[in-house]
Structures are given as structure tokens and as C-alpha cells.
């Protein structure tokens, strides 16, 4: 087929998950190109507020917050009721915690711990902790685009969705800063946060790396060839053009809010609105189909999010009348439905979103649908309701507004008696503080997001003021679906038989909840996206995350593995090398980050006691208390052949390749004899470079016994002979040279940022081949 262009890889969709896989990919040297269907960057995400919820990560540790895997994973059990897949369950909490680190450490992206945020469900639910688990990018300065700052969506809801954070709203009702004044502050230093602020980081970090963008830009078909998907058909201003993905495509589309027969056979809703953009249609699910992937869900409709709000007749965004997310539990407000009952926890939104969904099998119908928002004069002065602020009259065609409560129930259609009996009963709560029906006020996270820290019950307040209002509730759907493509823990698109889709994948809400089932927290949403690009983008490049590649020996199928017990080199021999204890300290402390029991590995590697191990890193750590990613200044060009402390060499190109490159690399180093059964690495060659590097580790005498070569023959040629062989192999040298691998094992490499792997028996057969396929 002709391409019009040509990629690695190629995301469709320019949200979280899109970005991730791209700047992943770029990082690991693949090519790669996102197609944006609207005119700007940043997808749903950009619209959200930009929180992730990783569980337990690095940033919340190193500020002192404790929390635990297991804790974190009775949380997810406790919440996904038994619909979750356990693989992609039990292993949320440690990619989630590798791709959070990858970007952070790597990549340079700054995240932030939402300080006094604690989990939805805490502490109600077993595992759930105070704070610590949700994360935010810190506000990020526009100027730092250039031209690209005007391609990236600022939310048309209001500048509070693209200029504050969850942590200023956090602040406000703890600590009682001016959200308002932190919001002018963002807003005059054009400094984007929440979900603008995260995409325009990861935009930057993306076009730092080459990834390029094609905005209004539809893709509108996959091509197949034999079997695989190998690139896309996308419809833009230059008409239809074909691109092509050598390693694979990833649809990372969002839901399908604006295909109302999706939103009525997936979410079993009639009518709905979105905030979400227009153009998020369910792409990925009429893309996929022609693969022979079909959508699944992975809970009950009910537990979606998609949440109550209001239409403003008035107002239009996106060319088409808006409407409004509304999270409810403000002071002076309740939510009632035809009956004038209350039927839920008005401060709690997860809860109202599962009871204005319940059904009576008796009547056949909905029991608190349709559902009113009741609230007096004092709500509006206080909180307003968007688009109008504190104290602006309520946006005409939105509400009803009556001097009584009677009146107000007959021009809305409530049972007026009840209304104003459920009005003067919470009128009683509000005074003691205490909702003796549905314990508004009591959940954590509502108190912060949704009330006022002044009031005896930061939810509670009577409703007196006259007049009167009643806002009819809608459906308003941000994204996030029921129903999304089935993949396994690298994103790969499944079939209906289990099986990958070759070339294929899919992240963020283009793929079904399976790691968390029933259960839903903000911040999951967008996390999924970075996990799933950022897996999807190692797999497509071969490469793999440091945290993962460690697991086990049988993760060589996916990764390099690092024999830990071909390193038998002791403390005292490196006690002379400073600038090699330095980054051997930060290789244990590397370790230890990753929750690896490098006491038990390097004990039996070495034959030292764990305090002496702390002790070494405590030592060498003091003159070089570097980030491990800044460690360049101890990247050397390295050539040569270290013979009498040749486990010294392996260990420099392990702890090099750690300090140099976190959460990229890992060096399969194969333990060896030499011919007389030594058990030492005889004859081990290191080859290191700073710009393109490699490195490689070898026994002279198994390739010498396999190529039928002799000692003797060897032993002809001089070191100084052996090292200008090896310089001519430089990666900024022009040609290669076969006869540098003379004797050489090869088990892998890495080249411009491309890991190529070869297998020992592969590259002994016919090493000249291998040579030549490089050089190419």
C-alpha cells in the first residue's frame, strides 16, 4: 500500500492516554505521530481536573505519607465487587506506580501530591487512607509552548476549570486560603493547571522528544494486512490520507457521549448531555470492530459516573446548548425528587448517582427520576451555580424561582406537602449538625470538595431565605463509559477468544474498566490513561520499565533480566573507586525504590550483612546527593577489557545503565565459565558511550570454542590493537566493524535509543549476520 506518512507509532487521540504512549515511545526511540479529530490538544483530559490516582507512589512517600500495596489493593477489592479482572487488578498498583515514576524521574513531568485529599470512600471503606493517593501536575507555565500554547483546550466551562487546582480548593477549606486569589494569581501568570495544566505539560515533554501532531485530523478506518493492524485512514484538512504504524496504532478516543444509540444500549439512558467534547463519539469502538474486537462492559451502568446536572437553555458551547456538571452537597441546598423526598446523601455525589438510578420492579420505573436541586437565595449569594457566580442571578431558562416553598413545588411538579415537610425536617439537621436521614456532611471527601469550612457541618445549612429556587436535574456525562474495549496489562486490543489484535491497542476510557470493575474514584480515569499508553508504548518498542523487568527470570519473554548473582564483586574492591561507590549507592537505593529486596539479592550476590549495604550508601551518598536521572557528569566513555576485576566491569555497566537511564533499561548479563571452571567473567567487555550508547557483556572462550577460533589466535593481537578495534565501533562512528565482536556473546543492546535483543544462541550461529542487520 502507499503511505502518505509514516510512523512507529500512531495514537489516536491527543488525551492523556494518546500522549503518553506517543512520549513513551519517543523516549525509546520509535517515531510517533498523535491524530487529534478536533482542532486543539488535550482530549477529555484537558477538561477535567486533572487528577491521577495511582495509589501508593514515590511523591507521596517522599513526603511522608504512609500507605501500602496491600492496603491499596484491599481498597480495589473491597470497591470492584467481584468485576474486575484479577490480573490487570493485582497489577494496577505497581505499573501504575513504574509509568508515575517513569514520567515524573524521566521524562521531567511535575506532578504533585493533592495534600489533604483523601480517597472517595475513606474512611468507610477497608484499605481507603486520609491522603496521600491523588496527584495533580503542578501549574504550569504556558510561556513555555510558544505558539503551541493557543493548540491546547482551556475549558470553555470557565477559567476555574483550567486555572485552579484540586490543592487550592483543598487549601481553602483547610488551611482558609482565598481560592479566589489563587485563581487570579494562575490566571494572570497564564499558569494552566488541573487538566490544561497537564496536557500542556505533557504536550511540551512530547514536542521536546519530536513527537509530532495532526489536529482536525479523523481517523476513519484501520488498515489490516494479514492479520495486523499497520496503520490508519484519517480524514483532515488535506483530505484523506493514509498512515502508516510499523509497530502498532493505539485509540485512545475517550467514551462515546455524543453517539445518543451508544449512550442508550451501554448506559441504558434516554437522554443525556455531556460536557465532554463533540467529537467524542465512540471511534474506537466502530474502529475496532473491523479487527474483530467488540466492546464489553465492566460494571453496572449505575456505577458510571455519569453525574447529575442542569441545562442552560441560554448558553452554547461547542455550537449546541450546554449543560452543567453539577456536584451537589453545597450549604443552604438539598436534592428531592417528585415526591419532595430526599433519597440520597446530597454531599456525596457517588451516592447520588446510584439512587437517582434505582428501580422499582413493582411501579416499573424510576424512583427518585426525574430529581430536583432545591436551595434558597442564601445558596445563590454564597456559591452560585455556573455560569452564573456568588451573588448573579440565577442564568434564565434554568430554574424556577417562587417566594414559597408550596408555590415552588406546584410550578415544578413536586408533591408540594412533602417538600416543605422534607425542608423543615433538614432545617432541624442543619441546627444540631447532625443528618440523622442520609449523614450528609460525614464523608471526608465532600466536606473538602463541596462544603463551607465556617459552618458547624461544612454540608449543612437551613434553607429560609426566600426566594426560593428548583433547578430540574439532567444526566451529564464527562467521558467516562460503562463499556470500553477488553485489553490485557500492555493494552493490546483482545478479541472475543482472549486473543491480541496484532498492532492494536488501546488505553484510558477507549478501554473497559477491568482492573477496577464496580469500583470508581476520580483520578482513575486518567491514571489509566497514562498506564496503559505508557505499557502499550513499551511493548510496541520492545522496551520495558526497570520495576517490572526485575520481577522475575521468566520476564526475559518482555524484558532484559538482571542476574544479580554474576555481581560476587565485595565492598572492599570498590572502596577505591569513588565515583563508582557513588553510583553503585544509588543503584541499591534505585532498587529499594522499587520495592526490590535488594537485601536479600545482594547479600547472597555479595556476602554482606544489609547494614553494611545501608552504611556504603549512606557514605557515598553524602558528596553526590544527585537525582539519579542527573547523574550525566558520571556517564564515561568507556572502552576496554577488565580482566582481573571483571565482575567490577559488569557491575559498572549495570549501575550506569540504572544512573543514566531510570526505569528504561535493564542488562541481561549471562553468567559463565571460563574453560577452566574459574566461575569468574574471564575476559568481560564493556562497551559505554554517552550519546548513543550500548553495552554488552560476553565470554571470550564460549565464542572462541563456537567460531572454532584459538587462544593462541588472540593472543596475537595486542590491547592496544584490541581497543582501537573496538573505538572504530563507536555508535558516532560511520561504519561498523564485525571483528569487534571476535569474541563476543552478544545479549543485547541498545542503539539510538532502540533496544534490539538477540538471543544467545541466535547471534552464535551466525554473529557476522547480526553485524551486518545492525549496520544497516
Known sequence: MAWDEEYDIISVGSGIGGLSTAITGAH?????????????????????????????????????????????KEYINYLSQGLASTELRDGYFARSREAVRFFTDTIGVKLMVIKGLPDYYFPAVPGSVPEGRFLEAEPFDASQLGEWANKVIISPYGSAFSFSTSSDRVRSQTDGEDVSALHQHH?????????????????????????????????????????????VVARGNSGIRRFHARRGVILSTGGYDWRPDFMRSFETLNETSSMALPTVTGDHITLAAKAGAIPIPSRKPEQTPIFVGYRVPTEKIYGRPTARMLIPGAPHSILVNRTGQRFANDSFFPDVIAKVGRFDGQQQGLVNWPAWMIFDQNMLNEHGLLPAYPGEPLPEGVGIQASSLRALAKAAGIDADGLEATVERFNRF??????????????PWGRIMTGDRNLLNPNLAEIATPPFYAVRLARVSLGVPTVGLPINSDGSVLTPGGNSVPGLYATGN???????????????????????????????????????????PEARSV???????SLPVGIAVLKGYTTTASVVARVLLRLRDLGIAYSTLLRRAWGHKVSTLNRMIELATRDYNHRISE????????????????????????????????????????????????????????????????????????????????????SGRTDKEDKRCCENCMPFKKKWRPRAYRAWTLVGWEYKSKLVLYGDDEFSKNPKQMCEREEQ
Open 28 to 72: 525509546h526511540g520509535a517515531s510517533t505521530v498523535v491524530l487529534e479529530k478536533y482542532e486543539k490538544l488535550g482530549g477529555v483530559t484537558a477538561l477535567s481536573g486533572g487528577q491521577i490516582w495511582p495509589g501508593p507512589n514515590h511523591l507521596a512517600e517522599a513526603a511522608g505519607l504512609e500507605d501500602s500495596e496491600s492496603k491499596a
Open 510 to 552: 477507549s478501554s473497559a474498566w477491568q482492573d477496577w470493575g464496580g469500583g470508581f474514584n476520580s483520578g482513575v480515569a486518567a491514571m489509566r490513561g497514562m498506564l496503559y499508553g505508557y505499557r502499550a508504548a513499551l511493548h510496541m518498542t520492545g522496551a520495558e520499565g526497570l520495576g517490572m523487568a526485575w520481577s522475575t
Open 559 to 565: 524484558a532484559i533480566w538482571v542476574d544479580l548473582h
Open 631 to 714: 547523574l550525566e557528569d558520571l556517564r564515561p566513555r568507556f572502552c576496554g577489557q577488565v580482566k582481573h576485576f571483571a565482575p567490577l566491569s559488569a557491575l559498572w555497566g549495570l549501575m550506569a545503565t540504572i544512573a543514566a537511564r531510570p526505569a528504561e533499561l535493564a542488562i541481561y548479563v549471562k553468567p559463565m565459565l571460563n574453560k577452566k571452571g574459574g566461575g569468574i567473567f574471564y575476559g568481560t567487555h564493556i562497551l559505554w558511550t554517552a550519546d548513543n550508547w550500548k553495552v554488552y557483556f560476553t565470554d571470550e572462550m564460549h565464542f572462541q570454542e563456537d567460531s572454532g577460533r584459538t587462544n593462541k589466535e588472540d
Open 187 to 231: 490566571v494572570a501568570a497564564d499558569e494552566r493547571c488541573a487538566g490544561a495544566g497537564l496536557l500542556a505539560a505533557l504536550i511540551y515533554q512530547g514536542l521536546k522528544r519530536g513527537v509530532k501532531f495532526h489536529t482536525s485530523t479523523e481517523v476513519i478506518d484501520l488498515v489490516i494486512e494479514d492479520g495486523k493492524v499497520t496503520g
Open 430 to 443: 442543619c441546627k444540631t449538625g447532625v443528618d440523622e436521614d442520609f449523614a450528609s456532611g460525614t464523608v
